[in-house]
Nanobody
Framework: QVHLVESGGGLVQAGGSLRLSCAAS????????MGWYRQAPGKERELVAT???????TYVDSVKGRFTISGDNAKNTVYLQMNSLKPEDTAAYYCNADIRQVNYYCRAQGSNYWGQGTQVTVSS
């Protein structure tokens, strides 16, 4: 199994910055990529950014140029640096890990894991 623990959320004024962290433990060798999702009250969960084990990244259009996803393989940790925050960025942010189904051991870990979430609130 893989265990994900997020941290770094909080309350910030519009225009401010926060850095979220997601520490992975367990069968981390099986992780093919990780991502950050967010869910605002009354809205569906949306993908914010992803990073593969090789370092390739993707972003939803609304955060391009403001958010940066990065990873530290030695620490099994993924970060989301959020700058120029806007009130519409307010949401619970969740870390996600995809499991590569490459061998028997990894297939036994399942396919996908979620963290417990961390709240980000941006005041206007």
């Amino acid at each position: 199994q893989v265990h994900l623990v997020e941290s770094g959320g909080g309350l910030v004024q519009a225009g401010g910055s926060l850095r979220l962290s997601c520490a992975a433990s367990g069968a981390t060798i099986c992780i093919s990529g990780m991502g950050w999702y967010r869910q605002a009250p009354g809205k569906e969960r949306e993908l914010v950014a992803t990073i593969t084990s090789g370092g390739s990244t993707t972003y939803v259009d609304s955060v391009k140029g403001r958010f940066t996803i990065s990873g530290d393989n030695a620490k099994n940790t993924v970060y989301l640096q959020m700058n120029s925050l806007k009130p519409e960025d307010t949401a619970a942010y969740y870390c996600n890990a995809d499991i590569r189904q490459v061998n028997y051991y990894c297939r036994a870990q399942g396919s996908n894991y979620w963290g417990q979430g961390t709240q980000v609130t941006v005041s206007s």
